[in-house]
């Protein structure tokens, strides 16, 4: 019987309760959902329950004992794209069924102690955040190892561990396969179970391995580092015995003293690049073979492989390997060997090429009788001196050829060269430069500088354009073209070009001493041009704008005379409106506004009526005008535009118009 429970609200917070599901439940799948819990003995004495599928639920907690003593054959487990899973300390417990589990895609997963209690295999891949507890993978109903050893597998890709912490992996294994992994630390007895068949890092970056990590109970039959990168691996951290020890195409930046002191069948050292090779830093108490072979070393200390000599050994290879510097007796171990079991070959030592290489060989051997065989298939370096003196790239010499060809009495002889050469490859890591971090500091204060350099620049932007505004809204851009009767707002937004060469200042009152000043300096040829100017802009200034509030009062006294003249049979003369501007020459310009400002008074300018009417008393509508007869004039005056007859004040001002029934 199958029972799918599903639950596809994102909102929904699903709890199963031992009462829940029941006794004949096959199989379980879960989908969606805010949260999911397993309480306790939620799933227990189930005989057929054989898969558990959860899928899309934010967060999911198994409790202690949430599955607990199933009689089913097997059990599988597959928990995906999910934000959070827990699975607490037992939370499957005496299980008769292996367990299958497959975690994928979750953001983080946190496992308790003895979360299985028997695993078959389990897979954790896109893991954001991994926590093991102490004791993760110790298993109390796994059943005795059979002859051909555990058949547990635990597989890790893609997974990010903030640590791996004592006796994560306690119960013995088949197989622990790290690959494509962040790890931070792996602290001491990480792994100390009794036997652990195969153990693999692969693409994964290791901070430190610390001391006792593989401790000396464990067992492994295959251990391999490949394509990692490594920062440290302390004192004592590989302890365990080994029957094929690897170490492939990584990036190792120190191995201290006695990181690996163990028992290895077979050892691989091939392909690596390692800064920092401390002295005795590998040593192998019993081994067959050991091959050390096209590794770049930056620096070897001395001694740094022990490899005692014994019955069963069958070969050390020292083969292609680049070393950049070579402490004395850094190669202590080819001293202690047979030399039918020693194979040494196209070694690349950074040594400028000299007369006294062999004895310089015999001292990174400790007197070794294998110092003939490193002198005829080893390389040193070409330098300035000797790439002038036989005309040469720097490239790589053989030793043996070079003290043969070049060495006469301990000293060398600039003649052409004609012994092997080998070209330098400028693209092998071998010529990086050693000062490295030198450079990469040089960079970083290249680029913060460079950075700096970019933000002042846009402060200063962002600056200027502020001010800008600034000053705009504080009118040191405003026109200078203004009325001064009249304030314009369009005027104070405007942003206009100033000729700060005109050392002429616009009046506030127009007076003549002014105009007279303005007059010398119209004669004078070297201020001529700016007397012209100013004398435009006092006219429109002082003469278009008042002739034209002059204007408005003329057109409303020639309003009110017409109104007065409305009975007269002869017409008054029709309006002329003078010209703003006579003439656009300075001096004609001059002349008049000399002529407008030498009057005594404005009541010139006033209309000749003005003397003989009174201001209407409905100017505001401007339609009718109530006009009063002069009292003080004498008899002589009547027959002037004063003594005709005047119109009847209206009656209502909202009726502006004449009614049409009135009689005229």
Request: hydrophobic share 35%; proline share 4%.
């Amino acid at each position: 019987m199958i029972v799918p429970n599903s639950y596809d609200s994102k909102d929904n917070d699903v709890e199963v309760l031992p009462d829940f599901v029941h006794s004949t439940l096959f199989e379980v799948f879960i989908s969606g959902g805010r949260s999911l819990r397993f309480h306790r003995n939620s799933f227990r004495s189930l005989p057929g329950l054989s898969f558990v599928r959860i899928e899309g639920t934010r967060s999911v907690l198994i409790d202690t004992k949430a599955f607990y003593n199933l009689t089913s054959s097997s059990l599988l487990v597959e928990i995906e794209n999910c934000d959070d899973v827990t699975i607490k300390t037992g939370a499957f417990d005496d299980m008769k069924a292996f367990i299958d589990a497959d975690i994928k895609r979750v953001k983080r997963v946190s496992l308790g102690k003895c979360a299985f209690s028997k695993l078959n295999t389990s897979k954790f891949k896109s893991i954001g955040k991994l926590e093991l507890s102490e004791s993760t993978f110790e298993f109390k109903n796994q059943g005795n190892i059979g002859r051909h050893g555990p058949v547990t597998s635990i597989q890790f890709e893609n997974v990010i561990f903030p640590e791996i912490p004592t006796g994560a992996f306690f119960s013995s294994l088949a197989l622990i396969s790290i690959n494509g992994c962040r790890i931070s630390d792996i602290h001491e007895g990480a792994f100390r179970a009794n036997q652990i068949s195969d153990i693999t890092f692969w693409n994964t970056t290791i901070d430190t391995i610390h001391n006792r990590a593989l401790t000396d109970r464990t067992l492994v039959k295959k251990f391999t580092i490949s394509k990692c990168n490594i920062a440290k691996i302390q004192s004592g951290a590989v302890l365990a015995a080994f029957f094929n020890f690897t170490v492939h195409y990584s990036i190792i930046t120190d191995i201290e003293k006695d990181a690996v002191h163990s028992t290895a069948a077979t050892v691989e050292i091939i392909g690596n690049e390692i800064a920092n090779f401390k002295s005795e830093a590998f040593q192998f108490v019993s081994w067959n073979k050991i091959f050390v072979q096209d590794n770049i070393i930056k620096n070897l200390e001395s001694n740094f492989i022990v490899a005692p000599p014994n019955n069963d050994i069958k070969m050390f290879s020292f083969k292609s390997n680049e070393v950049y510097n070579a402490a004395p007796n850094a190669l202590y171990f080819l001293s202690e060997l047979d030399k039918k079991c020693v194979y040494v070959d196209d070694n690349f030592f950074n040594e400028s090429c000299g007369c006294a290489m062999e004895d310089w060989l015999k001292g990174i051997t400790n007197g070794s009788d294998k110092v003939e065989n490193l002198m005829e298939t080893s390389f040193c370096k070409v330098n300035e001196y000797l790439s002038k003196c036989y005309t040469l790239p720097m490239g790589l010499l053989n030793m043996r050829n070079f003290t043969e060809l070049s060495c006469t009495n301990k000293s060398i002889k600039c003649e052409p060269y004609n012994g092997e050469v080998r070209l330098v490859n400028n693209s092998s890591k071998i010529f990086l430069n050693e000062n490295n971090n030198k450079q990469t500091w040089v960079i970083i204060i290249l680029t913060i500088g460079g950075l700096l350099i970019v933000i002042a620049m846009i402060s200063f932007i962002i600056m200027l354009i502020r001010g800008g505004r600034w000053l705009k809204r504080k009118g040191y851009f405003r026109n200078i073209h203004y009325n001064n009767n009249e304030t314009s707002q369009d005027d104070e937004n405007t942003m206009v070009t100033m000729d700060y060469n005109d050392p002429l200042d616009i009046p506030d009152e127009l007076t003549l001493d002014f105009l007279q000043m303005l007059k010398v300096k119209l004669d004078d040829p070297t201020t001529h041009q700016q007397a012209s100017e100013m004398i435009e802009r006092l006219y429109e200034m002082f003469v278009v704008d008042d002739n034209y509030d002059n204007n408005a009062r003329q057109e409303e006294a020639h309003l009110y005379e017409e109104l007065g003249n409305m009975n007269m049979s002869q017409a008054p003369p029709p309006y002329q409106e003078k010209d703003e501007k006579p003439q656009n020459e300075a001096r004609s310009i001059l002349k008049l506004m000399e002529e407008k400002f030498n009057l005594p008074s404005d009541e010139s300018l006033k209309p000749s009526i003005k003397s003989e009417y009174s201001e209407p008393s409905d100017a505001a509508v401007h339609l009718y005008s109530e006009l009063k007869q002069n009292k003080q004039k004498s008899d002589g005056s009547l027959n002037t535009m004063g003594a005709r007859p005047l119109p009847s004040k209206p009656e209502e001002f909202i009726d502006p118009v004449p009614s049409t029934s009135a009689n005229v």
